[in-house]
């Protein structure tokens, strides 16, 4: 399976993880390990995750941070990650990225 990032998803991540660089010891850490068992679920099953309301893309929530993963699927082989979003945002943040 191949894992693709959208350049703002990228900037979404680099933001929340300095973020939590701030908020404390270790969140930075726990965000991001966190944020990889959320993409190797998604690899895993990549169907398996509930489609989002205002678009055609799929959405992980993180077991310990109040953020989701957006994501396209392409079978067969193609996850591309759209938006790395907390839940306090509007829920159209980033709603227009492919």
């Given at each position: ?16 993880i300095e ?15 966190d944020l ?53 945002q509007k ?8």
């Amino acid at each position: 399976m191949r894992v693709e990032y959208h350049d703002e998803a990228v900037d979404d991540i680099f933001n929340a993880i300095e973020y939590q660089r701030k908020q404390g010891p270790n969140q930075a850490e726990r965000l991001q390990q966190d944020l990889i068992a959320a993409i190797a679920g998604i690899v895993g099953a990549p169907i398996r995750w509930p489609i989002w309301r205002r678009g055609p893309m799929r959405y992980y929530m993180l077991d310990t941070f109040q953020y989701s993963v957006c994501y396209d699927f392409e079978p067969p082989d193609l996850i591309r990650v759209l938006i790395f979003r907390h839940h306090a945002q509007k829920p159209s943040y980033g709603i227009k990225r492919r």
